[in-house]
Structure formats: C-alpha cells, structure tokens
C-alpha cells in the first residue's frame, strides 16, 4: 500500500512519513515515488524509550543513504505548523496516543492537495490511533475511506462525504474489537505473543 500511494504522487508535490525509526518505510516509500517528489521523514530521535536515540538515528541514516530523503527532526504537529509545500501523500505512524495522532493530521490537513492519500499505521489495532482517525475522518466532507490492508488504512481527500466511507468504516470495528481482546489476552499471559493469530 505504500509503495503504491507512493506511485501516485504527483510531480512537485510531497510525501511525508511522521515517525521514520529506523527507516524501513520510508525506504519502500522513496523506492515509489515517481521523479519530482520529494520525500520528508519527520521524527524526533530524541527519547530511547520510544524507539529514537543515537543508534535509531544512526541506522535510519545508513537505511535511507543515496536515497534523498530530507529528515526533519521534530514532533509531526510542529513540523507540520511551518511547513509550506503541497503534500499528496502523508503517511502518519510516530506516537499512537489519541491527541497526538489528531494533531499530526490537523497540522499536516492545510498542506493536502486535492486526491491526496492519508494513511494512519495501527488503525483499528491502536485505540489512540483508532479514536483520532474516527475524530477525524468519519463523516469528513473532504476524506473518503480508500482502503486497508491489516493494521494500514488510506483515505483520499475529495469533496464531500460519502455514506459508503462511513459503512466501510464500520466494517472494521470487528477487526478492532479482535486486534484489543488479543492484546488483552497477550498481556494477561492467556496466549503466546508468538500465536499465529
């Protein structure tokens, strides 16, 4: 789904990646992009509990050499206040808390072209993730559910709102109530992290 949204970026605009860590999407996301667009990863590597630190941002570099890809280390939301570029693909995947994640997409919304694609990592398996992209994207007049794949969901921006988007929408809330049970019984110790679930 990546490398795909990637392909359709138009010329002179952007693809952004919030929170790169070691650099394996955004290699797949720079393998994708079409000559003209730019590609910007946006990641604080500051705080080693959340995966950032010296060695995160050394293996991101060494991942992404030769590749062209700017880094801008920051938080989403405040990269995405100063930035003045058109984006035609946003991909968020940094911290996964609802307020976060709502205020990487509010920052980033103003840049979005017309058809661009916004893709949310752990959506509908990460309750922050899951609540901020329903905030944001469920009855939206400018944002149509595109599709998923697993835990990565992609919507388009075009004008008004679709009763469809919103149905399909609720045909995930299942697979979210599964992906929330499993973790509660991972943790609980009731299965194996290494279940073939």
Not at 39 to 64: C, H, K
Not at 68 to 82: H, N, P, S, T
Not at 133 to 140: I, R
Request: with cysteine.
């Amino acid at each position: 789904m990546l490398y795909d949204a990637a392909r359709r970026v138009p010329r002179d605009e952007w693809i952004v990646e919030i929170g790169s860590h070691h650099g394996r999407s955004t290699t797949i996301l720079a393998a994708g992009r079409p000559d003209g667009v730019g590609l910007l990863a946006v990641d604080p590597y500051d705080d080693e509990r959340w995966g950032g630190g010296p060695d995160s941002l050394d293996i991101f570099r060494r991942n992404t050499e030769g590749l062209g890809v700017e880094l801008e280390r920051g938080y989403g939301a405040e990269v995405g206040r100063r930035w003045d570029q058109p984006v035609g693909m946003l991909f968020i995947d940094g911290a996964h808390d609802y307020p976060t994640v709502l205020a990487d997409f509010e920052s980033w919304r103003p840049h979005l072209t017309n058809g661009a694609t916004v893709l949310f990592h752990d959506a509908f398996s990460s309750p922050g993730v899951t609540r901020a992209l329903w905030q944001a994207m469920f009855w939206s007049s400018d944002f149509a559910y595109a599709c998923s794949s697993r835990s990565l969901v992609a919507f388009r921006r075009q004008s008004g709102t679709t009763v469809t988007s919103a149905v399909r929408m609720i045909a995930k809330v299942p697979w979210f109530v599964r992906n929330l049970a499993l973790k509660l019984l991972i943790r609980r110790g009731w299965i194996d992290r290494q279940h073939p679930y």
